[in-house]
């Protein structure tokens, strides 16, 4: 199969080139380079630099090759930021899925995974949370997944692309060889900022909230190994294969609280990283743990990576071995 990844030299999408790799598909990875890097796409994998906004371009890839799927991770993902911009990230999440699925439509291309979010779970209702939840955005972010969803429910129904939208909730970790893994500037997610602290790039790391109706205070959520993301994305793929769409939670089915995280960080790194305590955040909930209970029953798929010390010490391997992500 030859297979289209948008998003491809990023941290999640780069994991899931090196896997379709390493399972014999032919890659091609479109990305503009923003947010991803040039040394993490597989030497395998054929790289074009380009823009899903670029419609020439994206006519002239789809025109060029004979795409069996497409897995789409390109994408602005931060939260706090999509609030603020909140015209950016509706341009570039939504006018670039546009784009995509119409050169979908005209090339005859009829597999698409999404990569999606647990943000389309703001105020959920059952903790675990299934794919039975209601879906209310919680950022900017979370909204133009929930269209992009909505838009994927269309073309399945207009021109038969069957999708799987996998929801995903806190990846983390890296490759065990230690080659690729997490480089985002600025950082924003807890286990390599933690990390961080573990190499002397800053002082301390915060926990935000200490009042939370939790074991320990601090906020629980649901960390699964970017290996699992990948593994769960050649599954769904292959699924489409029977023409039917599908969606998923995806998360460890386990949680963790911030000060788990950092607990764990100290016995893998050996390091005291110093903690300190701050008020709440506004948006952020007690308890995010998914449920996965339906992509386990309908594709046979298991987080492998299910200890939090395991999936830290990937990250640690990866970060110690590249202080300065891909610029080391």
């Known amino acids: 199969m030859r297979v289209l990844v948008t998003g491809g030299a990023g941290y999640i999408g780069s994991h899931v080139v090196q896997m379709l790799v390493e399972n014999?598909?032919?890659v091609v990875v479109y990305d503009n380079l923003s947010s991803g890097h040039r040394q993490a796409v597989h030497p395998d994998a054929k790289l074009i630099v380009g823009d899903l906004h670029d419609i020439p371009a994206l006519q002239h890839v789809f025109s060029a090759n004979n795409f069996d799927g497409i897995l789409h991770f390109a994408s602005r993902i931060l939260v706090g930021e999509s609030m603020?911009?909140?015209?950016?990230?509706?341009?570039?999440?939504?006018?670039?899925?546009?784009?995509?699925?119409?050169?979908?439509?005209?090339h005859n291309v009829k597999r698409f995974i999404l990569s999606s979010t647990a943000n389309l779970f703001d105020q959920p209702h059952r903790i675990p949370i299934d794919e039975d939840e209601p879906l209310i955005p919680g950022s900017i972010y979370g909204e133009t997944k929930f269209i992009a969803e909505r838009l994927l429910a269309w073309m399945d129904n207009l021109y038969e692309i069957k999708c799987c939208c996998l929801r995903y909730f806190n990846a983390c970790g890296a490759h065990p060889h230690g080659?690729?893994?997490?480089?985002?500037?600025?950082?924003?997610?807890?286990?390599?900022?933690?990390?961080?602290?573990?190499?002397?790039?800053?002082?301390?790391?915060?926990?935000?909230?200490?009042?939370?109706?939790?074991?320990?205070?601090?906020?629980?959520?649901?960390?699964?190994?970017v290996q699992d993301?990948?593994?769960?994305?050649?599954?769904?793929l292959e699924a489409l294969e029977d023409g039917c769409s599908r969606v998923y939670n995806l998360g460890s089915g386990s949680g963790y609280s911030v000060r788990e995280v950092i607990d764990a960080a100290r016995r893998v790194t050996r390091h005291p990283i110093p903690a300190i305590e701050a008020p709440r955040r506004a948006g952020d909930l007690p308890i995010l743990v998914a449920d996965s209970a339906k992509i386990?029953?309908?594709?046979?798929?298991?987080?492998?990576?299910?200890?939090?010390?395991?999936?830290?010490?990937?990250?640690w391997n990866w970060h110690r071995r590249h202080p300065h992500g891909y610029q080391s």
């Open 84 to 106: 603020q911009q909140p015209f950016s990230y509706l341009r570039d999440n939504i006018y670039t899925v546009i784009n995509l699925l119409e050169a979908a439509s005209m």
């Open 229 to 236: 993301l990948a593994r769960a994305h050649i599954l769904a």
């Open 296 to 315: 386990t029953r309908e594709l046979g798929w298991e987080a492998r990576f299910n200890s939090l010390e395991r999936i830290i010490q990937t990250a």
């Open 24 to 26: 014999n598909y032919d």
């Open 179 to 225: 080659h690729i893994g997490e480089a985002h500037d600025p950082e924003s997610h807890l286990i390599p900022l933690v990390l961080q602290v573990a190499l002397g790039q800053r002082d301390a790391i915060h926990i935000y909230g200490t009042d939370y109706d939790t074991p320990d205070g601090a906020c629980i959520r649901d960390y699964i190994h």
